[in-house]
């Protein structure tokens, strides 16, 4: 007679949930979205629960990739500074308590959403997605900063140039992610040209913004306003000129050529950025630099030798702004080196191009 024997019965593998793969499908960046699926597919859990933790790990995993893949702290810095400018400079009186709450905000959550577009076109709609993105959150943080901590909201006018820095935050994202293109040949050469130039016109308004906020904070005579007022002009245009071996303005529109009609246009482009290519010892350009940020910082110190020495018009003087303004100009500094950095790049990728087009000419 055969013997029975009993033994445990092997459990049955419990498979994932469709509902929990649509699901984490929906919320991971749209690059990863069949990676995360193959991943839940071969998850081995013994219940629903374990299921939904293992893909809650698995989305937060593949979100923190993204952001350290998506992260540059130029990116960051530009954020911050438009941020800050337009919220302490426009009025008297920097909210710099609320401004830092609205960034520990806001800034986390602009990672969040590079993580989501990663790997980014530097695109007109990304920037209006991200305009949007942002001035939602400003929006949505203020409204419940005055019902839960009142003390954290901005003034009402105050919330509209927030809103505004965070369209410039938005038009910085885009002129950085656009520094990086896949294809070299010209149209994209054309774009990262448009790209660069929308920084340089954006670092020199924000300069002139810091410098007539310092005249606001400083008080003086009109002439020392007027003189100071256009000195970063001259300035700035004379450290572009003392850099370049041939300076060509940027209204001076190149004749095309017929048999490449690309090729001028391309080395007008590269001619009209700010970047050095004159042979030179004596570096000219940099003294000029330094004098612009000297009449930037002209006023800061102003100020501080009337507090010195005692002068009757410290009294007059808004401290407050003068420390928003010192911190902004350090901001600035920052974001100059950065920004020559970008016109040397482009610079450098039109020549491969212009040398690149001519042994085409050359060969046929």
């Known amino acids: 007679m055969k013997t029975l024997a009993y033994g445990p019965v092997p459990k049955t593998k419990k498979a994932i949930p469709a509902y ?16 995360i699926r ?30 350290e893949a998506s992260f540059n702290i130029w990116l960051l810095i530009g954020e911050a500074s438009f941020f800050y400018i337009s919220i302490c ?46 001035g ?24 509209y140039f927030a809103v505004a820095g965070a369209v410039m935050a938005a038009a910085w994202r885009m002129i950085s992610r656009r520094q990086g293109p896949a294809d070299p040949r010209h ?4 774009e990262r040209r448009i790209v660069v130039w929308h920084a340089n016109v954006l670092f020199f308004v924000a300069g002139l913004t810091v410098l007539l906020s310092s005249q606001d904070a400083v008080p003086g ?64 350009d940099l003294i000029t630099e330094v004098g612009y940020f000297g009449v930037l910082s002209y006023l800061v110190f102003v100020a501080a030798w009337r507090w010195v020495s005692d002068d009757p018009l410290s009294v007059m003087t808004d401290w407050l702004q003068v420390g928003v303004n010192l911190v902004a100009i350090m901001l600035l500094g920052l974001l100059w080196v950065r920004i020559k950095k970008m016109n040397e790049q482009l610079a450098k990728a039109i020549e491969e191009e212009i040398r690149l087009r001519e042994l085409e000419r050359r060969h046929g």
């Open 38 to 67: 193959h991943k839940l597919e071969r998850l081995n859990c013994n219940s629903g629960r374990d299921y939904a933790w293992a893909a809650g790990e698995a989305v937060a995993g593949v979100i923190r990739d993204q952001m």
């Open 20 to 35: 929990l793969v649509v699901l984490a499908e929906k919320l991971t960046p749209r690059f990863e979205r069949e990676g």
């Open 221 to 284: 005579s009109p002439n020392r306003d007027r003189l100071l007022g256009a000195l970063p002009v001259w300035l700035m245009l004379a450290s572009t000129i003392l850099r370049k071996a041939h300076y060509r303005s940027i209204w001076e529109r190149p004749l095309l050529s017929i048999v490449d009609p690309d090729l001028k246009e391309l080395s007008w482009d590269r001619a009209t950025l700010w970047f050095r290519d004159k042979v030179s010892i004596f570096r000219a």
């Open 136 to 159: 939602a959150c400003v929006i949505a943080f203020q409204e419940a900063a005055r019902f839960m901590a009142p003390r954290l909201a901005l003034p009402i006018l105050n919330v």
């Open 89 to 134: 400079f426009p009025l008297a009186g920097a909210p710099l308590l609320q401004l830092a709450a609205l960034m520990v905000l806001v800034l986390p959550l602009l990672r969040l959403r590079d993580a989501y577009a990663y790997p980014a076109e530097g695109s007109l709609r990304e920037m209006l997605l991200d305009a949007a993105w942002t």
């Open 187 to 190: 149209r994209e050469l054309k």
